[in-house]
Antibody, heavy 121, light 106 residues
Framework: EVQLVESGGGFVQPGGSLRLSCAAS????????MSWVRQTPGKGLEWVAN????????YYLDSMKGRFTISRDNAKRSLYLQMNSLRAEDTAVYYC??????????????WGRGTLVTVSS | DIQMTQSPSSLSASVGDRVTITCRAS??????LNWYEQKPGKAPKLLIY???SLRSGVPSRFSGSGSGTDFTLTISSLQPEDLATYYC????????FGQGTKVEIK
């Protein structure tokens, strides 16, 4: 059974930092692109970043560049998101997503349950 | 950024009804269009990828069609367990989602 379990969410003040983690099991983690997707009541679902199976390529939503860093450790079957200079609008549930592909078509195949990040003073 | 606009924002239909949800992209995204279902309190779940490919294990009453900028998700015979919010998502560039369509059962 595929499992993605996020951790590291919590309450942080504006300007602060958090590191999210995602532990994967039940599929060949090292062969999958992986992504972070967040969800807010106001903006809905928003793709944040993704990373190639070997970690050599990373892509970000333009508004996240420079503040967020995605990384992975295939030996630990883990995905990470380092979030710096957090703003109130970063408040969201953050999902880890296994990103499947069929040729050039990519999609969020597996999802974790999410971890809540709250940015507030 | 490519904007994805879904319509309607919500709908109410009876069990057995045919339900159609549309998704329009602000520019041509070829067939780089996926559909997800999100039940209350749960993470989204992939239904359809590349416009019309049904994910393994998804009931055949779900189907997708379209090309270019206009796409459709159809539920051929609505079931009680289809109570959910449905989202389209483009994977052409700077991946973005539609705002969602909430489906309620009459």
């Amino acid at each position: 059974e595929v499992q993605l379990v996020e951790s590291g969410g919590g309450f942080v003040q504006p300007g602060g930092s958090l590191r999210l983690s995602c532990a994967a099991s039940g599929f060949t983690f090292s062969a999958y692109w992986m992504s972070w997707v967040r969800q807010t009541p106001g903006k809905g679902l928003e793709w944040v970043a993704n990373i190639k199976p070997d970690g050599s390529e990373k892509y970000y939503l333009d508004s996240m560049k420079g503040r967020f860093t995605i990384s992975r450790d295939n030996a630990k079957r883990s995905l990470y998101l380092q979030m710096n200079s957090l703003r109130a609008e970063d408040t969201a549930v953050y999902y880890c997503a296994g990103t499947g592909s069929s040729g050039r078509y990519y999609y969020f195949d597996y999802w974790g349950r999410g971890t809540l990040v709250t940015v507030s003073s | 950024d490519i904007q994805m606009t879904q319509s309607p924002s919500s709908l109410s239909a009876s069990v057995g009804d045919r339900v159609t949800i549309t998704c329009r992209a602000s520019q041509n995204i070829n067939n780089y269009l996926n559909w997800y279902e999100q039940k209350p309190g749960k993470a989204p779940k992939l239904l359809i990828y590349a416009t019309s490919s049904l994910r393994s294990g998804v009931p055949s009453r779900f189907s997708g069609s379209g090309s270019g900028t206009d796409f459709t998700l159809t539920i051929s015979s609505l079931q009680p367990e289809d109570l959910a919010t449905y989202y389209c998502q483009q994977s052409y560039t700077q991946w973005t989602f539609g705002q969602g369509t909430k489906v309620e059962i009459k």
